[in-house]
């Protein structure tokens, strides 16, 4: 089994989590690291990885399907699939081989810290379309048409949020990869080169980061509850957002609202 790390890259700014991938890439020749980056990474990244700079849409779950897109003929199905926020904070590498030991005893997706449990509508219609061409559709309609049959229902989904997701890739191309569909690619932020505390406009005068960032992410967990069981989901703590070996930043930093144990 080879261990596949795929970083959203926009921050750039968590030294634990960067100084451990290069130290972990250097001494395991079953280990490979990759920057899916939503903008022009830091010359650290750019001298210690393997990286792309990709169209900046669909958000990290665009980074992590265009990623995947990019990497597929070095892939093989029995691998580990680590999907990472890269303003994650790492306190103990130790979560890899609990995440191994997780996927080869049966689990399917494995997160971080639990996010709380929603019921999602496949057919509700967001109040503003990503575009124009989009307003007035239902969330099924961002959904790559492939995997469009899945959705066809209300149901309760356990949520995995994308900052810290753990897969084998066979189960990844089981449930077809990432949304949204790539017509749903738009930058959330026009006209900013970064993002800012402030927040910038957003391509449709908006706040700076869409709805669409909660929106994708359920429309992946939607298809996780409907192609796997919830006995095969599985969590490094029952805290959101933290665990004694993650915690996973809001935009950049660690927040009074969601403290780090």
């Known amino acids: 089994m080879n261990i596949n790390f795929i970083i959203a890259g926009w921050h750039f700014n968590q030294d634990s989590l960067i100084n451990g991938l290069y130290q972990l890439e250097q001494i395991n020749d079953s280990i490979n690291v990759f920057w899916a980056c939503h903008r022009e990474p ?28 990019h990497l597929a003929p070095t892939l093989n199905d029995d691998d580990a ?11 103990d590498w130790e979560f890899i081989n ?6 080869n005893s049966g689990y399917k997706v494995i997160g971080n810290g639990m996010d709380y449990p929603d019921n999602f509508d496949p057919y509700k219609v967001p109040k503003l379309g990503i575009t124009e061409e989009f307003d007035g559709k239902p969330c099924k309609d961002y959904v790559k048409p492939e995997n469009q049959h899945m959705f066809d229902k209300v149901i309760q989904i356990l949520k995995v949020r994308p900052s810290f997701i753990c897969m084998k890739y066979s189960d990844v191309k089981l449930m077809g990869g990432f949304e949204p569909r790539k017509e749903a690619y738009i930058p959330p932020i026009v006209g900013v080169d970064e993002w800012s505390p402030e927040g910038g406009p957003h391509y449709r005068g908006s706040k700076g980061l869409s709805s669409f960032g909660n929106i994708f992410p359920a429309l992946v967990c939607y298809k996780m509850n409907k192609v796997f069981k919830h006995s095969e989901f599985s969590f490094l703590s029952q805290t959101y957002v933290d665990s004694e070996y993650l915690y996973e930043c809001q935009r950049g930093g660690v927040t009074e609202v969601h403290p780090m144990s």
Do not use: P
Request: hydrophobic residues 40%.
């Open 42 to 69: 830091t010359d650290e990244i750019k001298s210690k990885f393997k990286y792309e700079v990709f169209f900046n849409g669909g958000e990290e779950c665009g980074a992590y399907d265009q990623a995947l897109e």
């Open 81 to 91: 699939m680590f999907f990472l926020h890269d303003d994650i904070i790492v306190k």
């Open 98 to 103: 609990i995440c191994l030991n997780r996927l």
